[in-house]
C-alpha cells in the first residue's frame, strides 16, 4: 500500500474482514504452540511426583523393595511403607506443583504491559526465553530448593506466553474461524500433557536421575521451536493500530490474511479496527500508566458492555475453568489412583485419561463454531456436574479401598474420562475463545493478562490444596473419591455464570463484539446481528483515512479520526 493511499471504511457489516484463506490457517495453528508449554508442564509434574528415584532422591527414604526385600504387596508392612510413606510429602507436593502457577501469576499480569509496549510477538519470545532459564535450574536440581527456583522461573516465562499466545491468535484469527482456531491452543495444552505422560512413563523405572530429568529436558524443544517460529510470523495489525503505525498495520494485516496490501477487504478491515480503536480511546481515554490500568475497572457492573463488566467476566472464566477440578486430575491423578488400592500400574491410567483428553478436544473446533461459545459451556458444566457427582457416589460406596471392588473402580475411571470429555469440548478451549475475545483494543492486553493471571492463580490455589485434600497424612483431609462432590458443586456455580454473565460472540470480529455487548445482554446475545460498521457510524466510510510512511502524516491521519468521532457517535 503506497504512501498517501486513502482508505475509506466500508458500510457492508459482511465485508469487513478478508475471505478465510490456508495462511491464516497455518499462522494461527502455529501460535497455538504455545498451549505445548501450559499442557506439558501440566503433565511431567504428577507422574514425577510418584516416581520411586525421584521420591527417594528427594527425600532420601529407602525404596520398599530395599527396606522390605522378601515381602509380598500383601504382607501389610511392606504395604503400608509402600502407599503410605514412601511418597513426597503433602507439603513439598503442594510446593513443587504450586510455585510454577505463583510465577505464571505474575508472568501473565507483566506481559500485557510488554506485549502493548513492544508486540505481541517480541513478548511471547522473551517468555520462551525466560522459560529456558527456569528450565535450567529444575534440570539441574537435585533437592526442592533449586526446583522451586526453576518453577518459578519457568512460571514467569509460561504466564507470558499463555496470555499472549491467546491475545496474538485472537487478533489475528478470522472471526468465522477464530473460536476453532483459538480452541486449537486447548489442543496443544491436551498434547503437551499426553506429550508429557508419555515421557514420563518410558522413564519411571530408570534407577537414575535420568528418570525426572529427561521429562523435565524435553521441556527446551517446545521452547526453542516456538521462539525461532515467531521471527518469521508478522506482528498484530491490531498493535500497529493501537500505536497508530497505521502502515505497518496494512503491511501486516496484508500478510496474516494472505491478500495484496492495495486489496479492497485488507482497506475496509483496517478502516473498520481503527475507527473502533479511536471509537474505544475516545470512550475510555488513557492518559497515564496508572490510568491505563485502571480502565479496566471503569464503568458500572451491572453495564453489560463497562470495562469493569468485561474484566470482571474474563477473571471469572479463568476460575471457573480452573474450580472445574480438571487440574486435580492432570497434577495429582497419579497418587489419586495409587490411593484406590486396586490399580496396578497408575501411571497407565494417568496416560488413558490423557489420550481422551486428546482425543475429545478436538470436537470443539466443530461445536465452537456451530453451537457457539455460552451453549457449550453451558452444556459442559452441565454433564460435568453429572459426571464428578457420580464418581463421588460409586466411590464412597462400592468403589471404597476397603471393598476391593475393581468393577467399582473401573466405573470410577470411565466417569472420569466422560467428565474430561466434557471438560475438553468445552470449558478447556471456550475460556480461552472468550477471553480473548470480550476486551476492546485499548484494554485488550491488560485484559487478557488478567484472566489469564486468575487462571493461573486458581491453579495455585488447587495446586496448594489438593495435596491436603485428598493426602492420608496425619492432618491432612483424606477426602479420597469424595474430592468429587466439590469439584461438582464448583460445576453447579460454573453453569449459574456461563447462563447468566457469558454472551455469544460466534462469527463476529472483535469491533462486533463491542456493538453487541453495548445492545443487548448476554442471555439474548445469540439473536444480534451486526446492522452498522464502526467505520460507517464514525463517518471513516465517508472521508477515509490517509496512510503515509511519514510518521507525523499517520498522526495527522489518526487525529482526523478522532475529530471526526468527536462529531459523529453511535446512535
Given at each position: ?11 457492508d ?12 490457517y ?11 508449554f501450559?499442557?506439558?508442564d ?9 516416581m ?10 529407602q ?15 511392606y ?18 506443583t ?9 508472568g501473565a ?8 509496549h513492544?508486540?505481541r510477538r517480541t ?24 526446583m ?8 514467569v516465562?509460561v ?7 491467546i491475545?496474538?491468535?485472537s487478533?489475528?484469527?478470522?472471526k ?5 482456531l ?14 508429557a ?13 535420568g528418570?525426572?530429568r ?5 521441556q ?21 493500530v493501537?500505536k497508530?503505525k497505521?502502515?505497518q ?16 477487504y ?6 473498520e ?12 481515554p488513557?492518559?497515564?500508566y ?11 457492573i451491572?453495564?453489560?458492555?463497562s470495562?469493569i463488566?468485561r474484566?470482571v ?8 475453568q480452573?474450580?472445574?477440578?480438571i ?7 497419579t497418587?489419586f ?6 490399580i496396578s ?8 485419561t490423557t ?7 478436538p ?7 456451530r453451537?457457539?461459545?455460552r ?5 459442559g458444566?452441565?454433564g ?15 468403589g ?5 471392588n475393581?468393577a ?14 466434557f471438560f ?8 480461552w ?24 492463580f ?14 492420608t ?5 483424606n ?9 461438582g ?7 449459574t ?12 470480529s ?14 439474548n446475545s445469540?439473536?444480534?446481528?451486526p446492522h ?5 457510524a ?11 510512511n ?6 495527522a491521519?489518526?487525529?482526523e479520526?478522532?475529530e471526526t ?7
Open positions: 500500500m503506497a504512501g498517501g493511499t486513502v482508505i475509506t471504511g466500508t458500510t457489516t459482511e465485508r469487513i474482514e478478508a475471505p478465510v484463506t490456508v495462511r491464516a497455518l499462522i494461527c495453528a502455529f501460535a497455538a504452540f504455545g498451549g505445548i501450559f499442557g506439558y501440566t503433565g511431567w509434574m504428577g507422574g514425577v511426583l510418584a520411586k528415584y525421584f521420591i527417594r532422591q528427594y527425600t532420601g527414604k525404596y520398599p523393595a530395599d527396606l522390605y526385600p522378601f515381602s509380598t504387596d500383601k504382607e501389610s508392612d504395604q503400608i511403607y509402600k502407599t503410605k510413606t514412601f511418597k513426597i510429602p503433602a507439603r513439598d507436593q503442594s510446593l513443587t504450586s510455585i510454577l502457577s505463583a510465577g505464571t501469576f505474575f499480569i507483566i506481559a500485557g504491559d510488554v506485549a502493548d513492544i508486540g513478548t511471547i519470545i522473551i517468555g520462551c526465553t525466560i522459560f529456558c532459564v527456569g528450565g535450567i535450574f529444575e534440570t539441574a536440581s537435585t533437592g526442592i530448593a533449586v522451586c527456583v526453576g518453577r518459578i522461573i519457568c512460571g516465562g504466564g507470558f506466553i499463555s496470555a499472549i499466545v491475545l496474538y491468535m487478533e489475528i484469527a478470522p468465522k474461524v477464530r473460536g476453532a483459538v480452541a486449537g491452543y486447548q489442543q496443544c495444552i491436551t498434547i503437551g500433557i499426553l506429550l505422560n508419555c515421557v514420563v512413563y518410558a522413564t519411571q523405572d530408570r534407577d537414575d536421575t528418570s525426572y529427561i521429562p523435565i529436558a524435553v527446551f524443544l517446545w521452547a526453542i521451536i516456538l521462539a525461532v517460529g515467531l521471527f518469521i510470523l508478522p506482528e498484530s495489525p491490531r498493535f500497529y493501537k497508530g497505521l502502515e498495520a496494512a503491511r501486516s494485516l496484508a500478510r496474516v490474511r494472505g491478500q495484496p496490501i492495495d486489496s479492497g485488507i482497506q475496509d478491515e483496517l478502516a479496527i481503527i475507527a473502533n480503536n479511536e471509537y474505544e480511546k475516545k470512550v475510555v488513557q492518559t497515564t496508572i490510568q491505563g490500568w485502571t480502565n479496566c475497572f471503569t464503568g458500572s451491572f453495564k453489560g458492555n470495562n463488566r474484566t467476566v474474563g477473571i471469572l472464566m479463568q476460575m471457573m480452573q474450580l472445574t477440578g487440574n486435580f486430575i492432570f497434577y495429582f491423578g497418587v489412583f495409587q490411593s484406590l488400592g486396586t500400574n497408575p501411571f497407565l491410567i494417568s496416560l488413558i489420550l481422551v483428553n486428546v482425543c475429545s478436544t470436537l470443539s473446533f466443530y461445536i465452537v463454531e453451537f457457539g461459545r451453549k457449550i459451556l453451558i452444556i458444566a452441565a460435568m456436574i453429572t459426571m464428578q457427582y457420580i464418581v463421588g457416589i460409586v466411590g464412597v460406596t462400592a471404597r479401598e476397603s471393598e476391593n475393581k467399582a473402580v473401573s466405573a470410577m475411571i470411565a466417569f472420569i474420562c466422560f467428565n474430561i470429555t475438553a469440548a468445552t470449558w478447556g478451549p471456550a475460556a475463545v472468550v477471553i480473548g475475545e470480550i476486551f476492546p483494543l485499548p484494554i485488550r492486553a491488560r485484559g487478557v493478562g488478567l484472566s489469564t493471571a486468575s487462571n493461573w486458581w491453579n495455585c490455589i488447587i495446586s496448594v490444596i489438593t495435596p491436603y485434600l485428598v493426602g497424612d496425619k492432618g491432612d483431609a477426602l479420597g473419591a469424595k474430592v468429587f462432590f466439590m469439584w458443586s464448583l460445576c453447579i456455580i460454573s453453569f455464570f456461563a447462563y447468566f454473565l457469558v454472551p455469544e460472540t460466534k462469527g463476529l472483535l469491533e462486533q463484539v463491542d456493538q453487541m455487548m453495548d445492545e443487548c445482554s448476554p442471555r445469540a439473536g444480534w446481528k452498522t460498521t464502526f467505520a460507517q464514525t463517518g471513516l466510510a465517508e472521508k477515509g483515512v490517509v496512510l503515509e511519514d510518521a507525523r502524516v499517520e498522526t491521519a489518526v487525529e479520526v478522532q468521532i468527536r462529531q459523529k457517535s453511535f446512535g
